[in-house]
């Protein structure tokens, strides 16, 4: 078969993650075209993967204008900005790879989506946690029947206390009106696995509550200043971007988080100093304009009688090793971060241990524990043969678990239940 030609537009860090594919499967996919506003992103993009200048864009609505050029384009741009382009591509007749979350309204969602059907191009939503082993192995495990029928979810994501600083008080995602609110932004695709882990039966009815703690202005210690580097008493927050960023990088760390707060080239002591010094992540995390909660639980109740729980918490240890127990009529099963998942079976009060799968040797292997690797090697399967059936997260499955968390997060902010109708819509 052909490889698959694609245009990544979005050249940060997600975009530069799902070109690595290439490094390893030039045989299958080829990064042929790169947009992003910002010409250096574009060109490390362009000097790694020998891209045309002709296919070097600061602007990705000249690429939509083009002849088309590729099979598919890898939309990785921030989430307010994901509706234009995968609308006007769609319309070009590439299939789309697109960062979750699709969108940040139910309109924009919705539109996608439409647009996707109407051109008969395949779409496929980075919800990467459907790619994760162990959650495949949970899957394959409550499909089999050994734990019986399920009766309840609990799924737990701790994000981490310098992660949650880093993304969502400092970073892109810290304001709602500048982003999206945390259940979308982190956590959409934690609402979508409970879907998928139950698979066939509707959620009817859904709860919500969270808030933002201690990241606020009156919690800022006495003879702090507004930034890291002119602090005296930084030494005593565990928050300090000092801390989170410039011991990484003296540890010879120059990937992400530090490789994000550091716009310029090359990753080295004067330019995070200087970044720290003016940019948004040298900033005090009391200090910022931050909105989004930290803390939430969603409650989810099911027409068969099932419940679900999610939590996500900013203030853990654990950076996202998420923690599943799923309780059966015949059995429980539980898995925390890679696995192994367990199951113990009530009949015989015996645990056994279930291996999951690793994603072959490969430039993305560290990635969301292999889950970055299955996913867009699914989604090159499918563009090469046509087999749709390869994308776990197709445009209508996707839609309606996006449905589910704009219903959580109204639960939430009007402090009430929320009703689910079978097509998704909600009261």
Known sequence: MAPVRALIVGAGSRGEVYSRFSLDNSENFQVVGVADP????????????????????????EAAEREKFADCVVIATPDQLHKAPAVAFA???????????????EEDCREIVSACKRNNVILSVCHVLRYFPPVRKIKELIDSGVIGDVVHIQHLEPVGFWHFAHSYVRGNWRNTAGSSFSLLAKSCHDVDLIRYWLSGARCVKVSSFGSLTHFKPENKPAGAASRCLDCQVESTCPYSAKKIYMKRLQQGHTGWPVSVVCPQEPVDVENLTEALRTGPYGRCVYDCDNDVVSNQVVNFQFDGGQTASFNMVAFTQE??????????????????GPGPVYVYDFLTQKSTEHRCETAPP???????????????????????????????????????SHLLVFAAEQARLQDRVITIHPDGSYS
């Not at 950076?319 to 925390?336: A, D, F, P, V, W």
């Not at 560290?366 to 997260?393: E, N, P, Y």
Request: proline share 3%.
């Open 38 to 61: 910002r010409l250096f992103r574009c060109q490390r993009l362009q000097q790694q993967y020998n891209i045309p200048q002709e296919n070097v864009f600061t602007d990705w609505q």
């Open 362 to 400: 490969n430039m993305m292997r560290g990635m969301h524990g292999g889950a970055d690797f299955f996913l867009i090697d699914a989604f090159v399967k499918a563009v090469q043969s046509g087999d749709r059936s390869a994308v776990l997260t197709g445009p209508q499955d996707t839609l309606q």
């Open 91 to 105: 319309d070009r007749g590439y299939h789309i790879l697109l960062e979750k979350p699709m969108a940040v309204t």
């Open 319 to 336: 950076i996202c090793e998420r923690q599943t127990r799923i309780s059966g009529t015949k059995g429980e099963l539980r898995c925390s």
